[in-house]
């Protein structure tokens, strides 16, 4: 049977976790917002790389979420 105690106890431990969630996230600066800014318009462009340099970009861009290739390379050279 919960007692008036244990229900104290508890509600005082729930209060405890919740500021300690709170203040890390205020302190955890590891989430950024992007930034509502202009996109560049964007320009075709050729280049020449290895059959296998394409096929190891090609799997980096769907390990990392993206349908499209040029857009994962864009992104990731606008990341330097």
Same mark, same amino acid.
């Given at each position: 049977?919960?007692?008036l105690?244990?229900?104290?106890?508890?509600?005082?431990?729930?209060?405890?976790?919740? +500021?300690?969630?709170?203040?890390?996230?205020?302190?955890?600066?590891?989430?950024?917002?992007?930034?509502?800014?202009?996109? +560049?318009?964007?320009?075709p462009?050729?280049?020449?790389?290895?059959?296998?340099?394409?096929?190891?970009?090609?799997?980096?861009?769907? +390990?990392?979420?993206?349908?499209?290739?040029?857009?994962?390379?864009?992104?990731?050279?606008?990341?330097?």
């Open positions: 049977m919960t007692t105690a244990d229900m104290n106890k508890f509600q005082s431990k729930k209060a405890q976790i919740s +500021e300690q969630l709170k203040q890390t996230a205020r302190n955890n600066n590891s989430v950024k917002i992007p930034k509502n800014e202009k996109e +560049e318009k964007r320009l462009f050729t280049f020449t790389m290895t059959s296998s340099a394409r096929r190891k970009l090609d799997k980096l861009a769907k +390990e990392n979420g993206y349908n499209s290739t040029s857009r994962f390379l864009n992104d990731l050279v606008d990341g330097l």
